[in-house]
Each structure stands twice: as structure tokens, then as C-alpha cells.
């Protein structure tokens, strides 16, 4: 044991993202829930306090243009872009991850020609978070496709000229496993579909490459690695090559061409802009803003993030196969890099108590049912001595 935190104490020194823990308001609880909802970043308070209290509370209206309000959706969007790997101009920030699911997967099967075109079918990843499958069992009765839930390793050989758009998450909200986007989004393509990819759990902890891999549509949320706040604004990646003929189910006035030309025909905006729908959201928007700053520091990288986020879950096991008796728990989480996102999973049949017992312990990950005890790791504020602790406290609540 004392190996181990002699171990952490070397990889703390040597770790090039130690000083930005700073940046984040944190505590003695060791805080592996980064992936439900990321820390407050320490700027956040002051950067609402002046939302608040100067743009809304002084400049009132005049905020929409003076405090660049308007356009906050796709400069914000913009800031969220190299972080998965994408071009400005392609992300807007704005609704739920599943407004913005709906609003990919309806306008990805009118892409695809859809049922006019021979296309009926939705390939939807079948151990997704729930939310993406009820949203795309909607978008299916109403497009007359039908939805086929499969695994993604499966989805080349699903695959054919009725497939419309395939859905599929980056990474498994459940196992934390790693999906490979490369393969599977050029297989989509060459078969001519849609591609859809949910990546509420990669962005933030590891390189998506959206542009590089040629996906279609992305959507994901800004709470988990991204660290914007509870409830804090999601976001849409249409390619720049689709923009053009991107059709949104819900062609809101903030998605016109001319929103205060008040006209009763609609006709789209070009660009990104086409994915807004209606009056943004500005305090949460705001605060993801100011929650992204930490992304300009120097010494950030989402290459420095997920070197860390790797270091911190290969840390993790090795304490957890140290310290808890084996057959105790079952790493769910994949062993090889290549197929782990940013958290590990770990199952046991008394696993709901076991988070309780563990949280009242200082360690905090989540449950999910049935049985899968959640660890999220943060490469922005943790560090190996934390993760040691972590598999200590674990071992001995397991015990
Ligand atoms: C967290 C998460 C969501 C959340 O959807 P909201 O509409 O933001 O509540 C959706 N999909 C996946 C895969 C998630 O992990």
C-alpha cells in the first residue's frame, strides 16, 4: 500500500495538469462524478454575478447586442469546436442533448432521402442512454422509418440501402467503453447513410476528430467533462458540406434567415445558426462560457487531457486489483486504451449499497442500475494521490 501512494506521489509531481486544479472550487471528498456533472470552475460565480447584475440588471436589453448575447450560441459554439475536433462555424450551443438528438436524427433521415428514397431505417446503438432511444423512436414514427436497436460492432454488417441514419454514442454512458468513430462513421458513409454520434462522454475527456472522420451530425452535452453547470446548454455539429441542406424539425425564429424581419414564411439561416430554435438561454450559456476558458490556458490540451485521463484509469485498476480481494468486483470498463473513455465501471451485486457506503465515505462516483458502480475521472482536477484514496476507501467498504 504504502508502494502505491509512494507511486501517486511521483505521478502528482510529474503530472503537467497538476496547477489547473486550481481553477476549479473543490473540496477533501474525492470527486469521481465528473461525468454526471463536472466541478465548478472557480471563474464561474463571478462571470454569472456580472450576467446578472450588469448586463441584465444595467444594460437590460441592450445586452442582446452590447453583452453579445444574440450571438452567444455559435461563439460559444465555437469555443466547444476544437475540442471535438471541428472547424468554427459547424456548433451551435443550445436546448437539452435530447432536443438536439431529435433535432440530428429527423434532420439526419431527411438528409438521407429518407423513406421516399428506399431509407426506413434508424440503426440506433441498443445499450444507449435511454433518452437517445426514446427520442429516436419518436423521430422514427415520425419520419415512417422504423428504429433497429443494435450493437455498434454491429452496425457494418446492418448496414444497406434502406438505412437512413444510424445513432450511436462515443462512448457507453454504463461500461465507459470507447467505440471505434473512425470505422464505424466511414462504414455509415460508404453506405450511404446518416451518421449520428452522441458524445455527452467523450467531449471534454478525449480527441473526437468530428472534421477529421468525416461525421455527419454530432450532439453532447456541456455538464459532464465539460463542466458548464447543471443543466448548462448542449450542442449540435452539423458538417459545413450539410449545412446547406440540413432541414431541422423545429425551425424556430432564432433559425431564420432574418429573425426580426418577422415574416410569416420561413426561410432558414445559413450556417450553424440553422440549429438554433428559440431564445437562448443566457444565464447557463454564459456560464458554460466562462466554464470553457480554462480550455485557453497553455498548458491544456485535449491531447494532455486524455494522456492524464488514461494515466488516472490505469492508476485506478492497478489500486482497485491491489487493494479489493479478487472476484470481489468486475471491471466492466475495457482494458485497452483504444476502447476506454475517461471513467471506469465496476460491477458487484451489492453495488447500490456499496456507492451509499462509499460516498458517506468521502468518495463519490454514482450507481446505475442494476449493478455497476461509476467512476468518472476529470484529468482538469484530480489527482493520482485522490484516485489512490478512492481504491482504498473502496476496498475497505467492500470489505
Ligand atoms: C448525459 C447524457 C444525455 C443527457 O441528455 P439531456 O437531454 O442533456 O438530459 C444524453 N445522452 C447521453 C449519452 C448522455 O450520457
Not at 436546448?95 to 428506399?118: E, Q
Not at 446503438?125 to 443494435?150: Q, W
Amino acid at each position: 500500500m504504502s508502494d502505491l501512494i509512494e507511486r501517486a506521489r511521483e505521478l502528482d509531481a510529474r503530472d503537467p495538469l497538476a496547477a489547473v486544479r486550481a481553477d476549479f472550487v473543490l473540496d477533501e471528498v474525492v470527486y469521481l462524478d465528473g461525468n454526471s456533472l463536472g466541478a465548478l470552475p472557480a471563474n464561474v460565480p463571478g462571470a454569472v454575478e456580472d450576467v446578472v447584475r450588469r448586463q441584465w440588471g444595467e444594460l437590460r436589453i441592450r445586452s442582446w447586442t452590447e453583452s453579445g448575447w444574440w450571438t452567444a450560441p455559435e461563439r460559444i459554439g465555437d469555443l466547444v469546436a476544437p475540442l471535438v475536433g471541428a472547424a468554427a462555424g459547424q456548433i451551435v450551443v443550445g436546448d437539452s442533448t435530447s432536443v438536439n438528438v431529435f433535432k440530428a436524427l429527423v434532420g439526419a433521415v431527411r438528409l438521407s432521402g429518407g423513406p421516399d428514397a428506399g431509407r426506413d431505417e434508424i440503426l440506433v446503438d441498443a445499450s444507449t442512454f435511454p433518452t437517445d432511444g426514446y427520442i429516436a423512436a419518436s423521430a422514427a414514427r415520425m419520419t415512417g422509418c422504423t428504429v433497429r436497436p443494435l450493437a455498434p460492432a454491429e452496425v457494418p454488417d446492418a448496414l444497406g440501402p434502406r438505412t437512413a441514419a444510424v445513432l450511436l454514442n462515443h462512448v457507453d454512458y454504463r461500461t465507459g467503453r470507447l467505440h471505434d468513430l473512425p470505422a464505424l462513421t466511414a462504414a455509415i458513409r460508404a453506405a450511404g447513410a446518416v451518421s449520428v454520434w452522441d458524445l455527452c462522454h467523450s467531449a471534454g475527456a478525449l480527441p473526437v476528430g468530428l472534421d477529421s472522420h468525416g461525421v455527419d451530425l454530432a450532439v453532447g452535452c456541456t455538464y459532464k467533462f465539460l463542466n458548464g453547470g447543471p443543466g448548462s446548454p448542449a450542442y449540435l455539429y452539423v458538417r459545413a458540406g450539410l449545412q446547406d441542406r440540413f432541414d431541422s424539425p423545429l425551425p424556430g425564429w432564432n433559425s431564420h434567415a432574418e429573425p426580426f424581419g418577422m415574416r410569416p414564411e420561413y426561410a432558414p439561416a445559413d450556417g450553424a445558426v440553422r440549429g438554433r430554435v428559440g431564445t437562448p438561454d443566457i444565464l447557463s450559456m454564459l456560464a458554460l462560457e466562462a466554464a470553457l476558458e480554462v480550455w485557453s490556458r497553455p498548458d491544456v490540451s485535449v491531447d494532455a487531457v486524455r494522456a492524464k485521463s488514461l494515466a488516472l484509469t490505469d492508476f485506478f485498476l492497478e489500486c482497485v486489483a491491489a487493494y479489493v480481494p479478487e472476484g470481489r468486483v468486475v471491471t466492466v470498463t475495457p482494458r485497452a486504451h483504444a476502447e476506454r473513455g475517461s471513467q471506469v465501471a465496476l460491477a458487484c451485486e451489492d453495488a447500490g449499497e456499496v456507492m451509499e457506503r462509499l460516498i458517506a465515505a468521502g468518495v463519490v462516483g454514482d450507481f446505475r442500475a442494476p449493478d455497476v458502480l461509476r467512476f468518472g475521472f476529470t484529468p482538469l482536477y484530480l489527482s493520482f494521490a485522490e484516485v489512490e484514496r478512492a481504491a482504498r476507501v473502496l476496498a475497505d467498504t467492500l470489505g
